[in-house]
Structure formats: structure tokens, C-alpha cells
């Protein structure tokens, strides 16, 4: 092993120590939800947005805002309204009077912070959801003629309600698809619920501390870029996306390219968090839900059926996993 192969793993080894603590700060503030976590947790180590699904008072903007404290970066909220204008999220020119005569000047949007939390985003209409997407994929917001960078590290962690369907505007594909992870938060235990209970009422809040910066978690980012993929897994990643596209009677639609993309970022993510300098099978099985359920665009004969997009990938993986 060459020494510069010493030093990376060393620096691993120390930024997941960082990130582990970081994980277990989160935790102080959020009952339960492990899973919910770790999968946020693989999503901010490769700079990807995050789309939380689950029903109302779960937790979804105390996570968001929780994290922005563990990583000591800026973080804003965005309540989605039908009546929200583009502009409400990016900012706007406005006209400034001076001596020399009157100018433009940008005023910044909420859009400006390194944590974003965009709530019920579903809530407003496509044009507001689509001020996101410039920001989410290429991390700049252009108004006017003027291009203006976002500072790094920059997330976008959007909440919906699954059940609740009545004055909504669904996502279109184009936007879902710039979205690395679709997370699912289910309902808590009876035990989680009464850690929660007792979180709100009454008890001492508990103080959540910095662990870690926003260069920290760049250089976490840089360290997790790096994690090689052998051939035979590569392949398999690869023959999991392709599988979306083969004839199956419950898929209208395959995941896109950048399904690929993700599983690879977050395999290596999963296997930065386990001290491993390498990506197994299981990593990628495991990613395999959150990057592809919304990417898949299930037929009639499975919503007619009642087949989710969950089962659709657990057979995936069942078939290919066949070869291994």
C-alpha cells in the first residue's frame, strides 16, 4: 500500500469518527427514525437533496433544522403556498435610489443558505417548484440577466404528505429526478411516540452542539468521491438500472441515467460510514430503494394492484441478486 493510500484511509477513519458523532448528535434531538437519519447522513456525505415523505408531525422540519445545527451551517425554511412566487424563493431585483441616480440591487431569497428546507413543496404551483431546480443541479440561481452562486455545501431536503392530495400540484419527473434520496418516514413506536411525548411536554430540550463545519463535510464529500468500485459491482449497479427498463408488467417508465449516478455516490457513501475503503453488493442493494422509488413510474396493472414502487425494486433485486 503506497503512502498516500495510508494517509486516505487514515483521514477516513477520522472523518467517519466525525460523521458517526455527528449522527449521534442528531439522534439527541430526533426520537427514533434511525433509518431516516442514516439515509439524510449518506445523502449530505455525496451533496445530495433529499425528498422526505411521510404524514404531518413526524419530525421532518426538526430533522432538517437539527442538522443545520450538528454541521454549523445556515439553514432556512420555505413554507410551499399555491400563492408563493418564484421570486419569494430566489430573490428579486429592486430599484435603489443614490446620488448618482437610481440602480438595481438583488435582494437574496431564502434560496441563500447551505441547508434549505423547502416544506410541502408540493404545495405550490410548478412554476415556484421549478425556481428549485436550477439551484438543486447546478447549485446557482440566475435572475435577470445575472448568475449567482450558492455556497457550498448546498442541500435541498423537501418535504410531502403522502395521503393528503387536495390542492396540490404533483412533482413533474424532471424535478423528482434531481432529487438524490426519496426517504419514506413512517409513523413511530409506541415507546418512540413517548419519547416524544415527553420531548414537547415538559421535559428539557435537549442542547444539540456543532460537530462538524461545512469545510469538514466538504472534505468528508472529497473523501467519499474517492472510494473505488470493483468491476463485478459496477456491473451489477448498472444491470439494476437497466433491469427498470426491461419488460415488466407493473413499470411504465425505467429510472434515468442519473439513477445510476446516485447509487453509485451513495454506495460509497454507506460504505464510508461502515469504515470500509470499498463498495460491496449490499451497499448498493440497500441504496437501491431510496434512489430508484421515485424514479420508477409504476403501470396501471400496479397501482390498479396495489404494487409499490418498493416491491417493484424488492423483486429487482431478487431476480438479479440470483447471480451472485
Given at each position: 500500500?503506497?503512502?498516500?493510500?495510508?494517509?486516505?484511509?487514515?483521514?477516513?477513519?477520522?472523518?467517519?469518527?466525525?460523521?458517526?458523532?455527528?449522527?449521534?448528535?442528531?439522534?439527541?434531538?430526533?426520537?427514533?427514525?434511525?433509518?431516516?437519519?442514516?439515509?439524510?447522513?449518506?445523502?449530505?456525505?455525496?451533496?445530495?437533496?433529499?425528498?422526505?415523505?411521510?404524514?404531518?408531525?413526524?419530525?421532518?422540519?426538526?430533522?432538517?433544522?437539527?442538522?443545520?445545527?450538528?454541521?454549523?451551517?445556515?439553514?432556512?425554511?420555505?413554507?410551499?403556498?399555491?400563492?408563493?412566487?418564484?421570486?419569494?424563493?430566489?430573490?428579486?431585483?429592486?430599484?435603489?435610489?443614490?446620488?448618482?441616480?437610481?440602480?438595481?440591487?438583488?435582494?437574496?431569497?431564502?434560496?441563500?443558505?447551505?441547508?434549505?428546507?423547502?416544506?410541502?413543496?408540493?404545495?405550490?404551483?410548478?412554476?415556484?417548484?421549478?425556481?428549485?431546480?436550477?439551484?438543486?443541479?447546478?447549485?446557482?440561481?440566475?435572475?435577470?440577466?445575472?448568475?449567482?452562486?450558492?455556497?457550498?455545501?448546498?442541500?435541498?431536503?423537501?418535504?410531502?404528505?403522502?395521503?393528503?392530495?387536495?390542492g396540490t400540484y404533483p412533482l413533474p419527473e424532471a424535478q423528482l429526478d434531481r432529487f438524490m434520496f426519496k426517504i419514506l418516514v413512517h409513523f413511530p413506536s409506541k415507546?418512540?411516540?413517548?419519547?416524544?411525548?415527553?420531548?414537547?411536554?415538559?421535559?428539557?430540550?435537549?442542547?444539540?452542539?456543532?460537530?462538524?463545519?461545512?469545510?469538514?463535510?466538504?472534505?468528508?464529500?472529497?473523501?467519499?468521491?474517492?472510494?473505488?468500485?470493483?468491476?463485478?459491482?459496477?456491473?451489477?449497479?448498472?444491470?439494476?438500472?437497466?433491469?427498470?427498463?426491461?419488460?415488466?408488467?407493473?413499470?411504465r417508465e425505467g429510472a434515468s441515467p442519473r439513477a445510476a449516478q446516485a447509487l453509485i455516490r451513495a454506495a460509497r457513501a454507506k460504505a464510508f460510514l461502515e469504515g470500509?475503503?470499498?463498495?460491496?453488493?449490499?451497499?448498493?442493494?440497500?441504496?437501491?430503494?431510496?434512489?430508484?422509488?421515485?424514479?420508477?413510474?409504476?403501470?396501471?396493472?400496479?397501482?390498479?394492484?396495489g404494487v409499490s414502487e418498493d416491491e417493484i425494486i424488492k423483486e429487482i433485486l431478487a431476480a438479479k441478486s440470483k447471480n451472485l
Amino acid at each position: 500500500m503506497s503512502e498516500l493510500d495510508k494517509n486516505r484511509l487514515h483521514d477516513a477513519a477520522y472523518m467517519a469518527e466525525r460523521i458517526a458523532a455527528c449522527e449521534a448528535e442528531i439522534q439527541k434531538g430526533i426520537i427514533g427514525q434511525r433509518e431516516v437519519i442514516r439515509e439524510v447522513m449518506l445523502a449530505m456525505l455525496t451533496g445530495g437533496n433529499v425528498l422526505l415523505e411521510g404524514m404531518p408531525g413526524l419530525g421532518k422540519t426538526r430533522l432538517v433544522s437539527t442538522i443545520g445545527k450538528v454541521f454549523d451551517l445556515p439553514f432556512k425554511r420555505i413554507q410551499f403556498t399555491p400563492d408563493l412566487m418564484p421570486s419569494d424563493v430566489t430573490g428579486t431585483n429592486i430599484i435603489m435610489k443614490g446620488e448618482q441616480g437610481s440602480s438595481f440591487s438583488f435582494v437574496r431569497g431564502p434560496i441563500f443558505a447551505n441547508v434549505i428546507l423547502a416544506d410541502e413543496i408540493n404545495r405550490a404551483t410548478p412554476k415556484t417548484q421549478s425556481a428549485l431546480l436550477e439551484a438543486m443541479q447546478e447549485h446557482t440561481v440566475t435572475v435577470g440577466s445575472e448568475s449567482h452562486t450558492l455556497d457550498a455545501p448546498f442541500f435541498v431536503l423537501a418535504t410531502q404528505n403522502p395521503i393528503e392530495n387536495e390542492g396540490t400540484y404533483p412533482l413533474p419527473e424532471a424535478q423528482l429526478d434531481r432529487f438524490m434520496f426519496k426517504i419514506l418516514v413512517h409513523f413511530p413506536s409506541k415507546e418512540e411516540l413517548r419519547g416524544i411525548v415527553g420531548l414537547t411536554e415538559g421535559l428539557e430540550p435537549p442542547v444539540i452542539e456543532p460537530q462538524m463545519d461545512g469545510e469538514g463535510l466538504l472534505a468528508a464529500q472529497a473523501l467519499v468521491s474517492q472510494i473505488p468500485i470493483a468491476d463485478a459491482v459496477m456491473d451489477y449497479l448498472l444491470e439494476l438500472v437497466m433491469a427498470t427498463h426491461a419488460e415488466n408488467p407493473y413499470i411504465r417508465e425505467g429510472a434515468s441515467p442519473r439513477a445510476a449516478q446516485a447509487l453509485i455516490r451513495a454506495a460509497r457513501a454507506k460504505a464510508f460510514l461502515e469504515g470500509r475503503f470499498n463498495v460491496s453488493f449490499q451497499d448498493v442493494q440497500e441504496a437501491a430503494y431510496p434512489v430508484l422509488r421515485h424514479r420508477i413510474i409504476p403501470s396501471f396493472d400496479a397501482v390498479s394492484a396495489g404494487v409499490s414502487e418498493d416491491e417493484i425494486i424488492k423483486e429487482i433485486l431478487a431476480a438479479k441478486s440470483k447471480n451472485l
